[in-house]
């Protein structure tokens, strides 16, 4: 953040003002810490109603940030948050409450736990049932230095839906290392979670059969003689980690407590404090909290309230600007409905992200046909191969940052195999906010590999529904169109969409000496560039590529033909539709002419959070990036043509 930009000034909250560092903290009375808490959650509620961000989750660990940063040794213990979407409280209490309101703005806090922010954040993570595994390697390492530190992973129920989380707990289990694993159980992670295990935790722990026996078992042990209740009250503690999913986790090999009420710090302190001084290896403790906890309307609305816009504190009413124009995920789910109604082989998967996909939006009209496997990518993948083998017309729903998980079922399951699965990929290029861990940089490069696929992109929402239709079409082999977060261009929908030919581009606006290729929705700013350049003199063609696999090879060779400069744009990292495009022409001796070629592509880092623009425009993928690549290509200064034109 620029060091200019003047702080806003904290609202006076008597106890969490004491606190900078969770050693601050550790010097309270335990008697404080309730109320610590409810200005915690204050401090939470008001600044991510200044900033949007993740609401519900930081507010359900509120007491159990508390409590871990209290009787934990952090940073020394190490302390992983699984996906990142519940450590703002944590931020707050690590020194870093002094630029909360910071929160997903340009230059300041990362909406995630990250490694470069914080000694307090031993591990980055925006996507999900990663801290288990993290957790693991942390102990081993320390166990291997000699060391004796405590690693706590804390992990949301629905994050337990990913195989990767139960791949880690085997291993764990197997190797006894002393590991803390914080089961954070409630019940919602972004949407309401998938899974078995999740359905039976929720339904064992509010069972009556469950409640009606411990109930039976703590009236008999009152009862009974002195030297019986201890026995009776073993009796009920066996029964409840029975039923409340204990025995599972104990044949994985964890000795497990719980479960117990995450927002009692009467609870949460004497057990962790057990589970700290003891030696049991590995430990999974099971936390019961309340997604929202705190704040009416997140309480009432906990789906809703998981990512907020800005919003209204006493009203809890966010503040949404009127969109100019539907979202490209909108205008996904209206074409993927439209064609349903006329095909009944057609059916969707997503996996966790029925809201973020549109594909809630499916569900309503077709809740046979659309399937929520969870956090669960990799399966979505095969899942979706499998339906794609019994002749249905399978849209596999995922964002291009989350889909980088199924790769090798892409490959494996769905390339190797040629079975006509279709990619809708949601959040191509930059996203904003969400930064780096969400962007959508590479999906055209992993997927651009492989043999047998067909690839789009959308320029607008308009192509968006013609790439839909052109899917439901691809019956001989797999294919993926993208389409970037946020809303569309404003162009005039069709009533209708109507298949391409597949691998063919379109010219969009016809000149001489410059040509711009476009892949994506950078053609929006190709055609300002284009504007601007004919002010130079530079007369310029538009094309839109539509297709990066098969190539348009006859659109190439006539832009190659009759221009000098020749660009391209897209909005991915190095190694896709560009490298493609130059593949060929070189490959055709096309280069051979004089002809100059340069590929806009993002740059060779990850470009943190800010406004998407003034991330494209960063990367140089704007209409001033494209005019500057011109001139450099052509060996001419811009300042001077500039001054040239103007003085006529």
């Not at 302390?79 to 409280?89: N, T």
């Not at 309401?192 to 039976?200: E, I, V």
């Not at 623009?613 to 450099?632: C, N, Q, R």
Request: proline share 5%; net charge neutral; charged share 25%.
């Amino acid at each position: 953040m620029n060091a200019q930009t003047p702080q806003p000034t904290l609202p006076v909250r008597p106890l969490l003002d004491r606190v900078d560092t969770p050693a601050d903290l550790r010097k309270l009375p335990q008697s404080d810490l309730k109320q610590l808490a409810n200005e915690l959650r204050d401090e939470l509620v008001d600044a991510v109603s200044v900033t949007g961000g993740h609401l519900g989750a930081g507010l359900g660990v509120v007491e159990l940030t508390v409590a871990i940063h209290y009787l934990f040794d952090t940073p020394n213990d190490r302390l992983i948050w699984d996906v990142g979407h519940q450590a703002y409280p944590h931020k707050i209490l690590t020194g870093r409450r002094d630029r909360i309101r910071t929160l997903r703005q340009p230059g300041g806090l990362s909406g995630f736990t990250k490694r470069a922010e914080s000694e307090y954040d031993p591990f980055g993570a925006a996507h999900s049932s990663t801290s288990i595994s993290a957790g693991l390697g942390m102990a081993v390492a320390r166990d291997l230095k000699g060391g004796k530190n405590n690693v706590i992973c804390v992990i949301g129920d629905g994050a337990m839906s990913a195989g990767m989380a139960y791949e880690a707990m085997n291993n764990a289990g197997a190797r006894d290392e002393r590991l803390i694993v914080i089961l954070n159980d409630n019940d919602m992670s972004i949407a309401p979670p998938t899974g078995a295990l999740s359905k039976y935790l929720a339904r064992a722990t509010s069972s009556g059969t469950y409640l009606g026996w411990r109930d039976f078992a703590k009236q008999l042990a009152k009862k009974l003689p002195k030297k019986w209740e201890r026995r009776a009250a073993r009796v009920e503690e066996m029964s409840r980690t029975y039923w409340s999913g204990g025995m599972w986790f104990e044949e994985l090999g964890f000795y497990y407590v719980g479960p117990i009420d995450g927002h009692d710090l009467d609870q949460l302190l004497p057990v962790l404090k057990n589970i700290r001084d003891g030696d049991q290896a590995p430990v999974l403790v099971h936390v019961v909290t309340k997604k929202g906890k705190g704040y009416g309307p997140a309480e009432a609305s906990d789906d809703k309230y998981h990512g907020v816009a800005k919003f209204n504190v006493i009203t809890g009413a966010q503040v949404k600007p009127k969109p100019n124009a539907p979202s490209y995920t909108r205008v996904f789910a209206d074409s993927l409905i439209a064609e349903a109604k006329k095909d009944s082989s057609i059916v969707a998967i997503t996996a966790a992200m029925p809201d973020g996909t549109g594909l809630d939006l499916f569900g309503k009209a077709f809740p046979d046909r659309m399937f929520d496997v969870g956090i669960a990518e990799q399966h979505a993948v095969t899942f979706a191969a499998g339906l794609a083998t019994e002749g249905l017309k399978p849209f596999a729903a995922i964002y291009s940052t989350f889909l980088q998980r199924g790769y090798d079922q892409v490959v494996h399951d769905v390339a190797i195999q040629n079975l006509p699965v279709r990619f809708a990929i949601d959040r191509a290029g930059l996203v904003g906010a969400d930064g780096p861990t969400h962007a959508g940089s590479f999906d055209l490069a992993y997927l651009g590999c492989l043999p047998n696929f067909v690839i789009m992109a959308a320029s607008d929402e308009a192509e968006l529904t013609h790439m839909v239709a052109t899917a439901v079409q691809i019956n001989d082999r797999p294919s993926a169109f993208r389409y970037p977060r946020g809303e569309g261009t404003g162009v005039a929908m069709p009533k209708e969409g109507v298949p391409l030919e597949i691998g063919k581009g379109r010219i969009v606006r016809e000149g001489s000496k410059v040509a711009i290729l476009s892949l994506g929705t950078r053609l929006e700013e190709s055609l300002k560039a284009a504007d601007q350049l004919g002010a130079f003199g530079l007369s310029t063609t538009v094309a839109d590529a539509r297709f990066m696999k098969p190539l348009d090879e006859d659109l190439i060779r006539q832009l190659a033909r009759d221009h000098e400069v020749l660009i391209t744009i897209e909005e991915g990292a190095i190694g896709g539709f560009g490298s493609h495009v130059l593949h060929f022409l070189t490959n055709e001796g096309l280069l051979d002419k004089g002809l100059k070629v340069r590929s806009l592509v993002l740059p060779d880092t990850f470009i943190d959070q800010d406004k998407p623009e003034a991330m494209y425009a960063k990367a140089g993928l704007d209409a001033a990036g494209i005019i500057s690549t011109v001139f450099k290509a052509l060996g001419r200064s811009q300042t001077h043509d500039l001054t040239a034109a103007r003085t006529g």
